[in-house]
């Protein structure tokens, strides 16, 4: 069975629709944010500057732990500021009390329900952190555990993997981001039709069909890309069981560079722009190798022979995760439906995970 965004005659219970819907709303999870009331991120973020943190510590798990990623590059290369993808066990697990004065702890999840990402961030409140909540449910356990709470406004997620609410999680971090360096958020205003444009690409499904019956695939990125190829090797695992390893481009490089071969496909992650810069030289140490590789991103960095999934041309870097995640959840989705599973469904998995 195909999957498309725009299959009126799908049944209701069919597999994968409930994923698909999602993937389909999220132009209007873009433009909902883009016009909803801008004070939040503004009253938010003149909170943040006010207390002038020397130190930002990001908290989170699973998908959202990829949203955190990406919240790193973002606030390090366009504020300065360091940048930690905090532990939450140490807080938990082993009772440590760190000098936490002066600290951004920015907690990011979709369901707001996880019982070690609660209780860590009540622990860094009390240990002196400015805290703050990023989630798409505001009455949830950790916006009460946090002082202040942004919510991300994608609706309701009915669907085990996660992708209107991962994008939403991006859109509301760089927003928060953008008034905290001063910005108008104008940059954004392209998101919902750029978005509409990649969902309507349906070169995605000619990927899927060709990589059915892989039994190992590789991501990889550089910069703002390389939470995208990490995400898009989660999607890849939990809805198609299928083994997907992501390294950024640079790390690929080393070790792991002995397993690529020309039987397994590379996933390569490739922005316009310095990310993309970087990626040239991974890109042709692939074409040396004779790997099949598959671009997400720039046509122009394709290796020849290469499949190409293509954004739409010059959205800024710091933008396009919030993009390239897109064919990768259609290809995840296809994929799994195409192997037998159901991607609204997989086993062994539940839509809200608690970890301690």
Not at 164 to 175: D, E, G, H, I, N
């Amino acid at each position: 069975m195909t999957i498309t965004l725009t299959s009126p005659n799908v049944p209701d219970q069919a597999p994968g629709i409930k994923m698909a819907n999602e993937i389909g709303e999220q132009p209007r999870v873009f433009a909902g944010l883009l016009d909803s009331d801008r004070r939040q991120f503004v009253a938010l973020a003149d909170i943040i500057k006010k207390a002038s943190p020397r130190f930002v510590l990001l908290a989170a798990r699973g998908t959202s732990d990829h949203a955190a990623l990406y919240a790193k590059y973002l606030i390090e290369i366009s504020l300065g500021l360091p940048v930690g993808l905090a532990s939450p066990s140490t807080l938990t697990a082993y009772g440590a009390n760190p000098q936490l004065e002066s600290v951004l702890w920015l907690a990011v999840s979709q369901s707001g329900g996880s019982p070690d990402l609660v209780e860590s961030t009540a622990a860094a409140r009390r240990l002196g952190a400015l805290t703050v909540a990023v989630t798409n449910s505001p009455e949830s356990p950790l916006a009460g555990a946090a002082e202040h709470h942004l919510d991300i406004r994608a609706g309701s997620e009915t669907a085990v993997a996660a992708t209107k609410s991962y994008t939403a999680q991006l859109l509301a971090l760089w927003l928060l981001v953008d008034a905290w360096r001063g910005g108008t958020s104008n940059g954004a205003a392209g998101l919902p039709e750029w978005a509409a444009s990649v969902l309507a690409d349906d070169t995605v499904l000619e990927v899927a069909g060709g990589y059915r019956f892989a039994d190992r695939i590789i991501t990889t990125g550089r910069g703002y890309s390389y939470p995208t190829a990490r995400e898009g090797a989660l999607k890849l695992m939990e809805t198609s069981y299928l083994p997907a390893q992501a390294f950024s481009g640079a790390d690929l490089l080393h070790g792991p560079f002995a397993m690529i071969d020309s039987q397994h496909p590379v996933i390569a992650v490739v922005p316009e722009g310095i990310g993309g810069t970087a990626m040239r030289p991974v890109l042709e140490r692939l074409e040396d190798r004779g790997a099949h590789v598959c671009v997400v991103g720039d046509p122009s960095a394709a290796p020849p022979g290469s499949l190409v999934l293509p954004l739409p041309a010059g959205v800024p870097e710091e933008l396009s995760p919030i993009l390239q995640i897109l064919p990768l959840q259609r290809l995840a989705l296809q994929l799994s439906v195409e192997r037998g599973n159901d991607p609204d469904a997989p086993r062994g998995l539940l839509k809200v995970t608690e970890t301690w």
